[in-house]
């Protein structure tokens, strides 16, 4: 277990807790995100295994709404959005920049803990009896109706923006104040731009959300008049305020997993990022374009005509940056030495289900469109070909193209590949089934529909079965790496970048002495080539 020991000798639960060592806190983020994603796949299961038959089978309606409502806000703000910053950021950021640690070690440890003292909150709400909003929260019901325990999840989420907002802060300040000698702005790994736009629409966004929550609490324990119009309140606010943050929250979940893909892609192609600097202020215009087209989520909400055609103006516009990304990651593979190791085929699984789900969202961007397919599953089908199709993919290839530097050990890449598979395989399966019911007017949250609807839900409930398989086989081969697996050394994929030129695991310190960039990102032409592993 020495490969896991990051500061001394001592094991003790004492010393993980008051850690302030960035390494072992991603860590710790790593066991509870882990945890939440497995029981928000759990809620997800038994509503596929409900959707196997027209009827209620397995559970009536409104253990139905507690479930959907238990998976969104699950995934959402206790996986999705905190999962590669508070992981993959929190761990490797740092190393990037060839710092000691995160610029506010304490600040680090305290949003740990703000996240877990949320996630507790959320899980009381679970246990009490649950939540039946959904992940959405939509007022009049939440604020005023329902009978469920929605000030206590509220609060969860609440508490853990403030987790969010930590994180963003630091990384911000350390991607400032704490680069190595000649590692200038344009010379930083597309890792670290991406979490810098992301900080920044965290920042900016976080407040927005926590603010809306704290109304509705208002509204139910108080009565005001803020969104239940038969207390003078508009219930429009709300959506307009809860979307002006949850839109800006998907590329929150997306843009550290366009991070990520920028490193595994040159690296498994042995080739310079093509159009390194579009890559880069992409990043930043999407944080940018992320804040102006939340009404695209209101088309049919009654809101102004005029203001739904800016809305799906500012729509396609906001296309632009993330097509930009995926054209220059072909362009990177377009004569490359292509090497499918298991973060690779992750990595490519990414662009195709990322780009299906984009192209989604331009089609949902037409009015016309969206009227007919609004709350149908051909809205699920979109968001979770870019949730789960892009942001989990990349977290879980990011997750392998890195182990062998978090633990020290090497895993087994034939069961890496064969989860890559299965994952892919599993997911399409699941969800491409689920555009064609929504285009055909399945509605989503229903868990009762016509009887012509079956054979797309189950071939949607088999796949479901299947990618569960493919999430489960990385849990167990990478503990089992930790104990069993080879060393990997410090480089073991021959890979640019500064967290690649110290140990695996990386010291306390991460270096013995901070070192001197000399050299652009991502030059592969001098590397050698990927040994076989």
């Given at each position: 277990?020495?490969?896991?020991?990051?500061?001394?000798?001592?094991?003790?639960?004492?010393?993980?807790?008051l850690?302030?060592?960035?390494?072992?806190?991603?860590?710790m983020?790593?066991i509870?995100?882990?945890?939440?994603?497995?029981?928000?796949?759990?809620?997800?299961l038994?509503?596929?295994?409900?959707?196997?038959?027209?009827?209620?089978?397995?559970?009536?309606?409104?253990?139905?709404?507690?479930?959907?409502t238990l998976?969104?806000?699950?995934?959402v703000?206790?996986?999705?959005?905190p999962?590669?910053?508070?992981?993959?950021?929190?761990f490797?950021?740092?190393?990037?920049?060839?710092?000691?640690?995160?610029?506010?070690?304490?600040?680090?440890?305290?949003?740990?803990?703000?996240?877990?003292?949320?996630?507790?909150?959320?899980?009381?709400?679970?246990?009490l009896?649950?939540?039946?909003?959904?992940?959405?929260?939509?007022?009049?019901?939440?604020?005023?109706?329902?009978?469920?325990?929605?000030?206590?999840?509220?609060?969860?989420?609440f508490?853990?923006?403030?987790?969010?907002?930590?994180t963003?802060?630091?990384?911000?300040?350390?991607?400032?104040?704490?680069r190595?000698?000649?590692?200038?702005?344009?010379?930083?790994?597309?890792?670290?731009w991406?979490?810098?736009?992301?900080?920044?629409?965290?920042?900016?966004g976080?407040?927005?959300?926590?603010i809306?929550?704290?109304?509705?609490?208002?509204?139910?324990g108080?009565?005001?008049?803020?969104?239940?119009?038969?207390?003078?309140?508009?219930?429009?606010?709300?959506?307009?305020?809860?979307?002006?943050?949850?839109?800006?929250?998907?590329?929150?979940?997306?843009?550290?997993?366009?991070?990520?893909?920028?490193?595994?892609?040159?690296?498994?192609?042995?080739?310079?990022?093509?159009?390194?600097r579009?890559?880069?202020?992409?990043?930043?215009?999407i944080?940018?374009?992320?804040?102006?087209?939340?009404?695209?989520h209101?088309?049919?909400?009654?809101?102004?005509?005029?203001?739904?055609?800016?809305?799906?103006?500012l729509?396609?516009?906001?296309?632009i940056?993330?097509?930009i990304k995926v054209?220059?990651?072909?362009?990177?593979?377009?004569?490359?030495?292509?090497?499918?190791?298991t973060?690779?085929?992750?990595?490519?699984?990414?662009?195709?289900l990322?780009?299906?789900?984009g192209?989604?969202?331009?089609?949902?961007?037409?009015?016309?469109?969206d009227?007919?397919?609004?709350?149908?599953?051909?809205?699920?089908?979109?968001?979770?070909?870019?949730?789960?199709?892009?942001?989990?993919?990349?977290?879980?290839?990011?997750?392998?193209?890195?182990?062998?530097?978090?633990?020290?050990?090497?895993?087994?890449?034939?069961?890496?590949?064969?989860?890559?598979?299965?994952?892919?395989?599993?997911f399409?399966?699941?969800?491409?089934?689920?555009?064609?019911?929504?285009?055909?007017?399945?509605?989503?949250?229903?868990?009762?529909?016509?009887?012509?609807?079956?054979?797309?839900?189950?071939?949607?409930?088999a796949?479901?079965?299947?990618?569960?398989?493919?999430?489960?086989l990385?849990?167990?081969?990478?503990?089992?790496?930790?104990?069993?697996?080879?060393?990997a050394?410090?480089?073991?994929?021959?890979?640019?970048?500064?967290?690649?030129?110290?140990?695996?695991?990386?010291p306390?310190?991460?270096?013995?002495?901070?070192?001197?960039?000399t050299?652009?990102?991502?030059?592969?032409?001098?590397?050698?080539e990927?040994?076989?592993?």
């Open positions: 277990m020495n490969e896991l020991n990051y500061i001394t000798n001592d094991y003790s639960v004492k010393s993980w807790l850690t302030k060592d960035h390494k072992r806190i991603a860590l983020y790593l509870a995100i882990t945890f939440f994603f497995f029981l928000g796949g759990m809620a997800a038994l509503m596929r295994l409900e959707l196997l038959t027209p009827q209620a089978d397995v559970v009536q309606a409104e253990t139905y709404n507690k479930l959907f998976h969104g806000i699950t995934m703000f206790f996986f999705l959005i999962g590669i910053p508070a992981v993959l950021g929190n490797l950021l740092p190393l990037m920049l060839g710092a000691r640690d995160l610029a506010f070690p304490r600040l680090n440890l305290t949003s740990f803990y703000l996240y877990v003292a949320g996630a507790l909150f959320a899980l009381s709400a679970a246990i009896g649950g939540v039946d909003t959904g992940w959405t929260f939509y007022t009049p019901y939440s604020s005023t109706y329902s009978n469920t325990h929605v000030i206590t999840m509220a609060v969860g989420i508490i853990t923006g403030f987790s969010s907002i930590l963003g802060l630091n990384f911000i300040v350390t991607t400032h104040k704490m190595a000698p000649g590692l200038t702005w344009f010379r930083l790994p597309l890792f670290v991406a979490h810098y736009a992301t900080s920044f629409i965290i920042l900016l976080t407040p927005v959300i926590a809306t929550l704290l109304l509705v609490g208002l509204e139910r108080f009565h005001m008049g803020i969104f239940d119009p038969a207390l003078g309140g508009d219930p429009l606010l709300f959506q307009h305020l809860f979307w002006f943050y949850s839109h800006p929250a998907v590329y929150i979940m997306i843009l550290p997993a366009m991070g990520v893909i920028s490193e595994v892609i040159p690296c498994f192609s042995r080739k310079r990022l093509f159009g390194y579009f890559v880069a202020f992409s990043s930043m215009a944080a940018v374009l992320g804040f102006l087209v939340w009404g695209h209101m088309f049919i909400s009654g809101q102004s005509i005029y203001a739904g055609l800016v809305f799906s103006f729509s396609f516009l906001v296309a940056p993330s097509a054209f220059n990651w072909t362009a990177t593979l377009y004569k490359g030495r292509i090497y499918l190791q973060p690779m085929l992750y990595a490519l699984g990414f662009i195709g990322f780009t299906i789900g192209l989604t969202g331009i089609m949902l961007a037409a009015l016309g469109l009227a007919h397919v609004h709350d149908t599953y051909f809205i699920i089908a979109h968001f979770h070909y870019i949730m789960v199709g892009g942001t989990i993919m990349a977290y879980l290839g990011g997750i392998h193209f890195w182990w062998p530097k978090i633990s020290g050990r090497l895993y087994p890449e034939f069961w890496g590949k064969l989860s890559a598979m299965i994952v892919f395989i599993g399409n399966l699941t969800f491409f089934p689920q555009f064609i019911l929504g285009y055909l007017g399945m509605p989503r949250r229903m868990h009762v529909y016509p009887p012509e609807f079956q054979v797309l839900n189950v071939l949607s409930t796949g479901a079965s299947i990618l569960g398989v493919g999430y489960l990385p849990l167990i081969y990478l503990i089992w790496s930790v104990f069993y697996g080879r060393k050394g410090p480089n073991p994929w021959n890979a640019t970048g500064l967290e690649w030129t110290t140990t695996s695991p990386p306390t310190s991460n270096f013995e002495t901070i070192p001197v960039v050299e652009e990102a991502y030059d592969y032409t001098s590397r050698p990927i040994p076989y592993v």
